[in-house]
């Protein structure tokens, strides 16, 4: 898999390298110049490569080091502009500035940032993390939306911190020997899903909220019942008797939730239908085909509502994503 974006200083006469990475780091946020510089004396030194793997951003970064002031997202073309930030710092340390609070980064612990907010980043010495950006449309399916934060600290030495501390280093490890195919992209993002929430959960912050355990209990139910029949018919009523849940207290659950159920069902069955037309290994299905497999019994209302949510029709997604493989296939076999 190719990268999507990535730079490495060293490429550059040790008098550019720092005007470089400004450079890179203004196509993913926007920075306060002013309070955007090196520390200490010395070359300066960065390399970052990030990949887009389904819905994730993963990247990898080693700085010297410096400090830069955020003061918000920018139209990034890989990381997006609304999500969430999971690191994993692997050597040195980075010091996290808000208005209300400070956070140390350290190998150890985990991070879960709220990336658009504005912060300024210290690294008093080299530092090296693995980061995942997570979109927070993805992210509020496992985290209720009434959960409000701008940086959750949890160590990685906990069952379930180490679990997810594992998974994040093991895609960032695999990256560019992974298949470039929406399927697998799919499942990696639904295990790393998994590992989030169940780290969330153990965490007692967590629960400072005004959600229960209950609620969130039953959604979570609720929604991998939806998941693992998504190819089925599906409706309030069904998925109630399947958790022994009414519809009226389903409705209520989800009057708090991004979507209604029901909708949510329909964006995760498009957003399946999608992967498989990114799928090299589904080419000889039609379009027909996957749509009725994900449980669509109407190829135009599927086409409206594919188009409706894409911004695209599911040929020319089909067409265009097979057009930017066979170009990748070309720009690695000349390398």
């Excluded at 390298?17 to 030194?45: M, P, Y």
């Excluded at 996290?96 to 010495?125: A, C, K, W």
């Excluded at 501390?165 to 470039?180: E, G, H, K, M």
């Excluded at 329909?266 to 027909?288: A, F, G, P, T, V």
Aim: contains cysteine.
């Amino acid at each position: 898999m190719l990268a999507a974006d990535e730079i490495n200083t060293s490429l550059f006469p040790p008098g550019k390298s720092f005007e470089a990475w400004k450079q890179h780091l203004a196509k993913h946020v926007r920075l306060d110049l002013a309070q955007t510089k090196t520390i200490g004396a010395g070359f300066f030194r960065a390399q970052r490569q990030l990949f887009k793997l389904g819905s994730l951003s993963i990247g990898r970064l080693t700085v010297t080091p410096h400090a830069f002031c955020q003061t918000g997202s920018a139209d990034s073309p890989v990381i997006p502009n609304n999500c969430f930030q999971v690191s994993v710092p692997l050597k040195g340390v980075a010091i996290e500035s808000m208005e209300d609070h400070v956070v140390h980064h350290v190998p150890g612990n985990l991070y879960i940032i709220d990336y658009p907010q504005p912060r300024t980043m210290r690294f008093p010495r080299s530092f090296e993390a693995v980061n995942i950006y997570v979109p927070k449309e993805k992210f509020q399916d496992i985290l209720p939306l009434d959960h409000r934060f701008k940086t959750i600290e949890c160590s990685a030495g906990s069952a379930t911190g180490a679990i997810l501390a594992d998974v994040i280093r093991s895609i960032q490890s695999q990256i560019n020997s992974l298949q470039d195919d929406s399927m697998i992209a799919g499942k990696i993002t639904d295990i790393f899903l998994d590992a989030l929430a169940a780290t969330l959960y153990s965490l007692p912050q967590f629960w400072d909220t005004q959600s229960s355990k209950l609620e969130v209990y039953h959604k979570n139910r609720i929604k991998n019942h939806v998941r693992e029949n998504l190819r089925r018919n599906l409706s309030i009523e069904l998925v109630g008797e399947a958790v022994n849940l009414s519809p009226s207290y389903i409705h209520r659950l989800f009057s708090k939730e991004r979507l209604p159920l029901m909708k949510w069902v329909m964006e995760e069955r498009l957003d399946r239908c999608r992967q498989d037309l990114e799928s090299k290994l589904l080419l000889n299905r039609s379009i027909k085909e996957i749509a009725y497999s994900w449980g669509f019994n109407d190829q135009t209302h599927f086409s409206h509502a594919f188009r409706s949510r894409f911004g695209v029709s599911p040929s020319d997604y089909r067409e265009k994503h097979l057009m930017r493989d066979s170009g990748e296939t070309t720009a690695e076999s000349m390398t």
